[in-house]
């Protein structure tokens, strides 16, 4: 059973930068797809950023130019940088990976992280 730990969530101010982290239990070889999420107070989970196993990412156009996502394998970690934060950027964020082991495809969740953004 695989697990995802996030950190570094937190408040700061617009223009404000911030890096989430995501530690993944499982081993970076299984893993087909990383991302990360977002839900707003009264919205819609929305998908944010994605990496694919090879290394190709997309973004949603809310945060193109201003979100990064990369992964450290040697410390099985994904990380969201995030730059020039607005006030709509305020959600928690979830990372989120699907991962093929023994022919099966798992799907799992981190407990999400608080980002606010305000002045």
């Known amino acids: 059973q695989g697990q995802l730990v996030e950190s570094g969530g937190g408040s700061v101010q617009p223009g404000g930068s911030l890096r989430l982290s995501c530690a993944v239990s499982m081993s970076s070889d299984s893993i087909n797809n990383r991302a990360w999420y977002r839900q707003a107070p009264g919205k819609q989970r929305e998908l944010v950023a994605s990496m694919a196993s090879g290394g190709d990412t997309s973004y949603a156009d809310s945060v193109k130019g201003r979100f990064t996502i990369s992964r450290d394998d040697a410390k099985n970690t994904v990380y969201l940088h995030m730059h020039s934060l607005k006030p709509e950027d305020t959600a928690v964020y979830y990372c989120?990976?699907?991962?093929?082991?023994?022919?099966?495809?798992?799907?799992?969740w981190g407990q999400g992280t608080q980002v606010t953004v305000s002045s």
């Open positions: 989120h990976v699907d991962q093929l082991y023994a022919g099966n495809k798992n799907y799992y």
